[in-house]
């Protein structure tokens, strides 16, 4: 397989061209011959014009690059290593939505043959990828896993909003449902990750991986979340005791804030999700998503009692919560926990202007059924910076100032910001 590919004389098809794919559908095409797929027309009529949807990419990532982007599954018969890397996320009862997945499994049930390879990308629960995806590949195509076609998954590790750890430079897991497809696998995925490959033991192996890296860090903001509350009632600066701790050199630099997104604020659920299915109460990793998952009330309480204190009525201020995506620097706004926030303020009647420089208003409008502010006013009575993009870091006392009434009170989520002459900041 790989050597056809290198010759061109197969093709690589990435299926889902979203944060994970667009980026290694455009390295593999440096190499190989790609076509890159996606169900979102206009997404897709994006990239042939050389402009990355996520807002991740420059035009020059499209530059000379072997490539086709589709909406049209027809088109996907055409290949032979087929790379799915769709979104998975979990519904209203945090309960793994595997709907994208097993879609572009029936997709590749109907393009594979005989000989083709099939790895997925998408961060599951161990055991997910033979045990659910592969029979609705198997049922579809009429084909069978090792006989006929062969299986493997190489987990996803990409950082959105990170320009130093990027795709190539970030070791890369795969697996494989034999010795020989591994080996294959590594070598197509060798060809364009410098940092080198690392073989896992199985399939299984490489899933759990994954889905446990996401959950450890889950479990180590949880716990500065916690301390955050403990150290709030006592009046301790939980920033300060954690610039105290981090003199040792084995303390890790965890700390606290909303815990969103596609990846640590999910993958937990899928680790959850397997584990009560094997009759197992996960109790741990339970814990660390309560208290993550309530850190968006805990903040607008907080900043209830604050108003009161300064003898103001909540119902009657006005409050500016700058950032809604997930993270700094992206333009991501899935699963963004600042939207609970905004929502745990709006039900103490608190008027809530929003801004955000990187989110796009129509998305936030059509996902959450909120609007961004175009102009920020000056008469606030606090102001949440609940993303530290680096716009924000920009701006002082005199901006925070001028932007709000007497007694201002600054909600610094991600520490970014030193004390500030004249503005009461308040951390997680």
């Known amino acids: 397989m790989y050597n056809e590919l290198l010759e061109k004389k197969k093709k690589i098809a990435v299926i889902g061209l979203g944060y994970v794919g667009l980026p290694i559908a455009l390295e ?3 190499q190989f011959k790609v076509i890159g797929f996606d169900i979102n027309e206009e997404r897709v009529k994006m990239m042939r014009n050389g402009e990355d949807p996520s807002k991740e990419l420059d035009a020059s990532a499209f530059y000379g690059t072997d490539i086709e982007f589709t909406a049209d599954p027809e088109v996907l018969r ?3 290593f087929f790379v799915v890397a769709v979104p998975t996320d979990i519904d209203k009862h945090k309960v793994p939505n595997l709907t994208p997945l097993l879609k572009a499994s029936e997709t590749v049930g109907r393009a594979i043959k005989k000989g083709d390879y099939v790895v997925y990308e998408s961060t599951v629960y161990p055991g997910c990828t033979e045990e659910d995806c592969i029979p609705i590949v198997e049922e579809v195509s009429g084909l069978k896993m090792v006989d006929d076609f062969s299986v493997g998954y190489s987990p996803e ?3 959105p909003g990170d320009k130093v750890r990027t795709l190539t430079t970030i070791l890369k897991i795969v697996s494989g449902d034999t010795e020989e497809s591994l080996k294959e696998i590594s070598k197509v995925y060798g ?5 080198g490959i690392y ?3 199985s399939i299984k192996v490489a899933e759990a991986a994954k889905v446990i890296e996401n959950t450890q860090r889950d479990l180590n903001i949880s716990l500065m979340n916690e301390l ?3 150290f709030d009632r006592m009046g301790i600066d939980t920033k300060e005791v954690l610039e105290a701790a981090g003199t040792k050199w084995n303390f890790l630099k965890f700390y606290p804030g909303l815990v969103g997104g596609h990846c640590i604020g999910v993958d937990p659920y899928y680790l959850m999700h397997k584990a009560k299915k094997l009759g197992i109460d996960p109790q741990v990793i339970a814990a660390g998503r309560r208290i993550n998952d309530a850190m968006p009330a805990f903040v607008s309480k907080r900043l209830a009692q604050m108003l009161i204190s300064n003898g103001k009525n909540p119902s009657n201020c006005k409050v500016l919560v700058k950032g809604l995506t997930f993270k700094e620097n992206v333009a991501d706004i899935r699963n963004s926990k600042v939207v609970d926030l905004v929502r745990e303020l709006m039900d103490y009647s ?5 801004t955000d420089y990187w989110a796009s208003p129509n998305e936030v409008a059509h ?3 909120l609007t961004l502010v175009e102009n920020i006013s000056d008469d606030y009575d606090a102001v949440i910076v609940a993303v530290a993009h680096d716009e924000y870091k920009v701006h002082d006392a005199g901006f925070y100032k001028g932007i709000m009434k007497d007694d201002p009170i600054l909600m610094d989520l991600k520490g970014i910001y030193p004390n500030m002459d004249g503005v009461k900041i308040w951390r997680l």
């Not at 060809?191 to 940092?195: R, S, V």
């Not at 608190?350 to 929003?354: C, F, R, S, T």
């Open 191 to 195: 060809k364009i990750i410098t940092a």
């Open 28 to 30: 593999f095409a440096k």
């Open 350 to 354: 608190i008027n809530v202007h929003i």
């Open 199 to 201: 073989e896992a033991a």
């Open 367 to 369: 996902e959450y059924n």
């Open 78 to 80: 055409t290949a032979n």
């Open 157 to 159: 590790r990409i950082n």
């Open 228 to 230: 955050s509350i403990i």
